[in-house]
Structure formats: structure tokens, C-alpha cells
């Protein structure tokens, strides 16, 4: 059975960073692209980032040159690195775990599998 654990939220200031991890069982990481999902009250569920078992990625327009996903396959992690914070990125922040490849995660199918989520609030 999937597993997927998120930490590593918390509060950060505007302009500073965070690193959210996502520990998934190994078996994940050899089938599945594992990516990040965030949602803020009276938002929809946005995209940001995913990333397949061969390490290629995609990440949200809102995001790019910001966030970065990337993966440790010998630990069974995927880390979302959260670079110049913006109030907007204020959100819970969920992993997710599917068979499809990384780079159609943007289509708005909802991915088969979910971590319980990390809150992340971006405030001074």
C-alpha cells in the first residue's frame, strides 16, 4: 500500500525558504511520479510540481524558478525547496503519488494517492 508522510512546513518569512519533504515507500519511487499540491482556504487545489521515477520534472508557472522538486531515491523522499516565499504561497501543502507521467500532472485529473498534508504560511 502507498504510503506518503509530508513534513517540514511551518512559518516562513516573505523572501526566505523552506524545504518540504515527503517520505513514500520504495516501491513508490520505482513505479510512481510523486509530486506537490497546495490549497488555501476558498482556493482551488493548485499544481506545483511533480516529478517521475526517471527524475524528469515539472513544475507550475506560478513556481518555476522558485520552487524546486527533486528526489533521493536511496532515502525514498521527494524534497519540494521553497525559495523566495511570497504571502501567496500561504497554503497546505499536500504530496501525491500516481502512475501518470510528471509532466501531464497539470491537466487537473487528481492523482491516485494523498499525504494527510503541511501547513506552510508565509507572513512576517
Known amino acids: 500500500q502507498v504510503q506518503l508522510v509530508e513534513s517540514g512546513g511551518g512559518l516562513v518569512q516573505p523572501g526566505g525558504s523552506l524545504r518540504l519533504s515527503c517520505a513514500a515507500s520504495?516501491?513508490?519511487?520505482?513505479?510512481?511520479?510523486i509530486g506537490w499540491f497546495r490549497q488555501s482556504p476558498g482556493r482551488e487545489r493548485e499544481f506545483i510540481a511533480a516529478?517521475?521515477?526517471?527524475?524528469?520534472?515539472k513544475h507550475a508557472d506560478s513556481v518555476k524558478g522558485r520552487f524546486t522538486i527533486s528526489r533521493d531515491n536511496d532515502k525514498a523522499t521527494v524534497y519540494l525547496q521553497m525559495d523566495n516565499s511570497n504571502t501567496p504561497d500561504t497554503a497546505v501543502y499536500y504530496c501525491?503519488?500516481?502512475?501518470?507521467?510528471?509532466?501531464?500532472?497539470?491537466?487537473?485529473?487528481?492523482?491516485?494517492?494523498w499525504g494527510q498534508g503541511t501547513q506552510v504560511t508565509v507572513s512576517s
Open positions: 501525491a503519488a500516481d502512475l501518470r507521467a510528471a509532466r501531464v500532472w497539470d491537466d487537473g485529473t487528481s492523482p491516485h494517492e
Open positions: 520504495e516501491i513508490t519511487l520505482d513505479y510512481f511520479a
Open positions: 516529478i517521475g521515477a526517471s527524475g524528469i520534472a
